[in-house]
Nanobody, 116 residues
């Protein structure tokens, strides 16, 4: 079965960096677009970044452009989200997602807290 497992969240000070990882299994990873979403308390889940199967096409939310970088290692079945210059507004649970055979799958999420 499809599984997505996020890791790498934590508490970081404003201006700091974190790298999130999402390990995937149960499907042919290299064939699919992978996405990172986030959900802050009291807010709707929003798309943060997306990367196509060949890594040649990436998409970012305006709020993270220039600060976050999405990448993937198809040999390791892993997608990453490098987050730099973190701001308190980036505090949220971050989720990895893939749509496989037209069905959306989500990881359990990893908490990112940006606070001094």
């Amino acid at each position: 079965q499809v599984q997505l497992v996020e890791s790498g969240g934590g508490l970081v000070q404003p201006g700091g960096s974190l790298r999130l990882s999402c390990a995937a299994s149960g499907f042919t990873f290299s064939y699919y677009t992978l996405s990172w979403y986030r959900q802050a308390p009291g807010k709707e889940r929003e798309l943060v970044a997306r990367i196509a199967s060949t890594s040649s096409i990436t998409t970012y939310a305006d709020s993270v452009k220039g600060r976050f970088t999405i990448s993937r290692d198809n040999a390791k079945n892993t997608v990453y989200l490098q987050m730099n210059s973190l701001e308190p507004e980036d505090t949220a649970v971050y989720y990895c997602s893939a749509v496989v055979y037209n069905k959306p799958y989500w990881g359990q999420g990893t908490q990112v807290t940006v606070s001094s």
